[in-house]
């Protein structure tokens, strides 16, 4: 992300540091829905969820070695919860676990601050079509001279849309709010169903219905086809503000 363009609440939830922060936690509780289980022993999910740590360096510097992401990150966050823990962090997982179900609750919190922007935006409009509610204007068709019409509706055209766009990012963060927590294809083969469950409600996640070895990428691209269609949403309002300060 171009950092001058980034909101710093935007670009923390995307850095690399909160990425594999969030990887951590999905790892501390995993284990602890393992202790649960009676599967690790308390005591090391005590540990973890009190000595996990990283150092971003030094996972880059393992994975120059193993060429994997997830056994570099494991590895660095094991060396500070010690040889004993370190064993059973990331037990019956595999990296697409820990993975998609970090990117689904980094996503659910990006949502949520355009959501928020969005009804802002939403609420100004909403203030701005009143106030100009008769205040007149040249409507135009093919960009040139119709009738009158006023400014205040064209700001409740503009609000409508906002709305429509909330209603489509609602619907798509739900799509993407979700976690995996099933093993390497998918079926619980290693790893009890309750983790997922577990994992999922300290995140406010929904489990999957059903994966393999990732969460279906369709809810990704929905996503970001939603934020493509508010952006063009922003753009048209953009262009239109300026195009009505054109001298005639």
């Not at 570099?72 to 040889?83: H, K, M, R």
């Not at 619907?171 to 993407?176: D, F, I, L, M, Q």
């Not at 369709?218 to 001298?247: C, P």
Request: hydrophobic share 40%; net charge negative.
């Amino acid at each position: 992300m171009i950092p001058r363009y980034t909101r710093e609440e935007m670009g923390h939830i995307w850095s690399e540091r909160n990425e594999f922060d969030t990887m951590l936690l999905v790892e501390t509780l995993a284990s602890e829905a393992q202790a649960e289980l009676g599967v690790i022993p308390k005591e090391a999910a005590k540990i973890i969820r009190e000595k996990g740590n990283f150092d971003v360096e030094r996972i880059h510097e393992i994975e120059r070695e193993t060429n994997h992401d997830i056994i570099s990150f494991v590895t660095a966050v094991g060396e500070y919860v010690g040889p004993e823990a370190a064993k059973y962090i990331h037990l019956g997982l595999t990296s697409t676990d820990v993975k998609d179900t970090a990117l689904g609750y980094m996503m659910k919190q990006a949502c949520d601050i355009l959501l928020n922007d969005l009804k802002t935006l939403h609420d100004v409009l909403r203030r701005r079509a009143a106030e100009f509610k008769h205040t007149l204007m040249i409507g135009r068709t093919h960009g040139i001279h119709g009738e009158p019409t006023t400014f205040g509706l064209k700001l409740c055209l503009w609000m409508a849309e906002v709305e429509r766009d909330i209603e489509r990012l609602e619907y798509a963060r739900k799509s993407v709010a979700v976690g995996k927590v099933s093993g390497a294809v998918g079926t619980y083969s290693n790893i009890d169903p309750f983790v997922e469950q577990y994992v999922c409600e300290k995140l406010g996640l929904e489990p999957v219905k059903i994966a393999t070895q990732v969460v279906q990428r369709d809810r990704h691209a929905e996503l970001i086809s939603t934020i493509a269609v508010i952006g063009g949403t922003l753009d048209k309002i953009a262009k239109e503000i300026r195009h009505l300060q054109r001298t005639e």
